[in-house]
């Protein structure tokens, strides 16, 4: 029972963390900002919004009066010769084309009225970028407290799997490849299989144990990474879990501080297949740990 507790809490704080990062800046938004989502082909946004806006999952043109917070989450925007924003513009994960600059950022606070005025006070240019200084690394901060709370969760995780997945660690150096495509395969079959379970008599319900369920296999896959990881980098050391994690973790915190700093999308896209590569391998390793648990119930 006790062991079920901190399997579902486990679940939970992995899904919160996916989310908090959005969370963190939609947070500052009224309850009653409007919303504009799924614009394509330059389309404009016009009108007069006596609130805060949001614009989200969107490639636009912004000629609309705001005259409280806008709000872009994974959209670029083009401020158009009417946009006027009187209040704060927050940036995730998303790029803003002005008269003079290209903002781009994780995580950005902009000035809104120096964006009507299309012009910039002197120290506010960063790095083809505006932000408010103390906003400049939210996002690594974001992601340090990422770390924490996964670190946390992977130590749980190994004291319940245990001795357990010692064998997947001595085999990783012979399979990884076939793990990787694996993970790869199990990713682009993954949206038909969830269609056919859901409308089959499975039911919703089943699928979300299922989920649950993958979501403990994928952190065990994980984990076995990263003591491959650990042994390999440093055979000597006893503690190869801390060791792997810490590897893998400064990798990305510094490729984090790079894309803050120079604003270049090769960091982004870097990261991404950095990020690809950890998931489909845990993916492939996740598998074969369901596979096995199957085989020992039968």
Known sequence: MRRNLIFLVIALALFAVVGSAEESILGKAEESAALVSGLEGGEQVTGEYAGDLIIQESNCIMNASVRGNLFLVDSTV????KGRVEGSVFIKDSTLLTAENEISAAYAQLPG????????????????????EKYRYASLVDKVFFYIILFIMVLIVNFLVGSRIKIFVEDMSSYALKYFFIGLGFYILLPVAMILLV???????????????????LLVGFIVLLHWTGARLFPSHKNALFLGFLFYAVIDLILTVFGIQFSHSVFSTIQWLYFSGII?????????????????KN
């Open 78 to 81: 083009s401020m158009g010769e």
């Open 113 to 132: 009225s120096s964006l009507a005025r299309a012009q910039y006070e002197e120290g506010e240019r960063v790095n083809g970028r505006t932000l408010v």
């Open 280 to 296: 489909l391998l845990s993916t492939g390793l996740a598998l074969r740990y369901i596979k096995n648990l199957i085989k020992k």
């Open 199 to 217: 409308v089959t008599i499975i039911g919703i319900p089943v699928l979300i144990f299922l989920m649950i369920l993958f979501v403990f296999a």
